[in-house]
């Protein structure tokens, strides 16, 4: 009989013990599952909280002088007084969410005139950076910032490339697919064929 309690003596005194234990355990583990939920749902509000990130510029490097080979002609209207074309080698989407690129216009009396720009296809803006020299040089545009997309007049350049070429409404047309827009832009086929 004194030996069949010895067990339960035994488990009764390390019992506490070990609810101590096991406690401590549980809560070392609750407290690391916190916190990697803490981390997880900060994760995932970042990951859609496109609001609380401001939308940054990245840094513009200039494109090689445009050459006669690799100008694509585009579409201004039916009472456009010049013609106007894309440097097909300068297009570029950067990971700012900015169509680049070189257009140049030729006016009826010989007047050439070359610009590197960029468009946001988000907030229907333009931005002019630089106007190229016939040596081949860039000079910084002083009126470097965004300005609204018009798309008024014969000469509707801006409007021309925003709704023909290179947005889809307020996303980059073709899904981003650069390939794609330059092909569009060689070929002259705009987004929407029938709209002028």
Request: hydrophobic share 35%.
């Amino acid at each position: 009989m004194p030996s069949s309690l010895q067990p339960q003596q035994h488990q009764t005194s390390t019992s506490p013990l070990f609810n101590l234990r096991t406690l401590r355990r549980a809560a070392l583990a609750c407290s690391l599952l916190a916190a990697c939920a803490g981390a997880l749902a900060q994760s995932f509000d970042e990951d859609f909280d496109d609001e609380a990130k401001p939308w940054q510029e990245i840094a513009v490097q200039l494109p090689p002088t445009p050459q006669e080979a690799n100008l694509s002609e585009f579409y201004l209207s039916p009472n456009a007084t010049m013609r106007a074309f894309v440097d097909t080698n300068s297009v570029s989407i950067g990971t700012d969410k900015v169509v680049r690129y070189t257009v140049v216009t030729k006016t009826e009396g010989g007047a050439v005139n070359v610009m590197y720009e960029g468009m946001r296809c988000e907030t229907w803006e333009k931005k002019t950076y630089a106007f190229g020299h016939p040596d081949g040089k860039w000079s910084r545009s002083r009126r470097d910032k965004w300005q609204p997309i018009r798309d008024i007049g014969a000469n509707r350049i801006d409007g021309a490339l925003f709704r023909d070429y290179f947005c889809d409404g307020k996303m980059i047309a073709d899904n981003e697919n650069l390939k794609s827009i330059v092909n569009r832009l060689k070929t002259q086929t705009r987004i929407d064929p029938v709209r002028r």
